[in-house]
């Protein structure tokens, strides 16, 4: 709380936290829209965590995918860090876990060819997002940022 150095500052973020229990006390999250940016569609993120298998067999792809996941140009992940630059906004998390999966016609895998494209693995410029494994969600989080800091209410 030490950003929050005005009294104002303080009874502003009370007062938001008291309208957000409000608000969200009986949400239904996931069926009610909530999950939008700006009023869009809404965005999914993959990120560099997982396995990658090619025809059952699992491909070590080394630290390079990591740093190639960190450094790569997304409009999700810009989204988000233009929201988180604001002063305020609810920040709704859900981490999904499943499997994706995309059919590529050629003769040799080529590990090469594996890139990421808005947060999304790709393969050459075939993105590999299709869910075949039914999407569960395993974490779940919903919170006020308010002047760079998370209010869980």
Not at 26 to 48: R, V
Request: glycine share 8%; proline share 2%.
């Amino acid at each position: 709380m030490d950003s929050l150095s005005s009294r104002g500052q303080i009874q502003l973020l009370d007062l938001m936290l008291d309208k957000c229990r409000e608000y969200f006390d009986d949400f239904d999250y996931q069926n009610e829209g909530f999950g939008e940016i700006d009023y869009g569609d809404g965005y999914e993120e993959f990120n560099g965590d997982g396995r990658i298998t090619v025809d059952g067999e699992t491909i070590d792809m080394g630290d390079e995918w990591k740093d190639a996941y960190e450094k790569h140009k997304s409009e999700p992940h810009d989204l988000r860090m233009k929201l988180t630059k604001q002063n305020w906004s609810i920040v709704y998390y859900v981490q999904w876990k499943s499997s994706w999966s995309a059919t590529i016609e050629e003769d040799e895998f080529d590990k090469k060819k594996l890139n990421w494209k808005d947060s999304v693995v790709q393969y050459g410029d075939t993105p590999i997002n299709e869910d075949i494994a039914g999407r569960r969600p395993i974490a779940e989080e919903i919170y006020l940022l308010f002047n760079g800091e998370e209010h869980s209410f």
